[in-house]
């Protein structure tokens, strides 16, 4: 049974950190391209990291750069978001994505709630 569990949410102020953290089981999560999504109340979902496997190269969107971290621990199975600086823009739910495109699969966690408020 494929699972993908997000882990890590919570309530921070300003400034803040968190790390998020999402275990994978039931398939072999080291040919999967990882990804961090977040949907804020009332708006569409949107891409916030992602790292590949070839050459681990990641990529963020503009309103995280330099404020949040991707990283994988494939002995542990388990993707991360090291988020910094957080502001109340990041306040949303975040889902961990896994995706093979030569195999035309795509999974998604249940995702965890991350509010960003004084």
């Known amino acids: 049974q494929v699972q993908l569990v997000e882990s890590g949410g919570g309530l921070v102020q300003p400034g803040g950190s968190l790390r998020l953290s999402c275990a994978a089981s039931g398939f072999t999560f080291s040919v999967y391209a990882m990804s961090w999504y977040r949907q804020a109340p009332g708006k569409e979902r949107e891409l916030v990291a992602t790292i590949s496997r070839a050459g681990g190269s990641s990529n963020y969107a503009d309103s995280v750069n330099g404020r949040f971290t991707i990283s994988l621990d494939n002995a542990k199975n388990t993707l991360y978001l090291q988020m910094n600086s957080l502001k109340p823009e990041d306040t949303a739910v975040y889902y961990c994505?896994?995706?093979?495109?030569?195999?035309?699969?795509?999974?998604w966690g249940q995702g965890t709630q991350v509010t960003v408020s004084s």
């Open positions: 994505k896994a995706d093979n495109s030569f195999l035309a699969r795509t999974y």
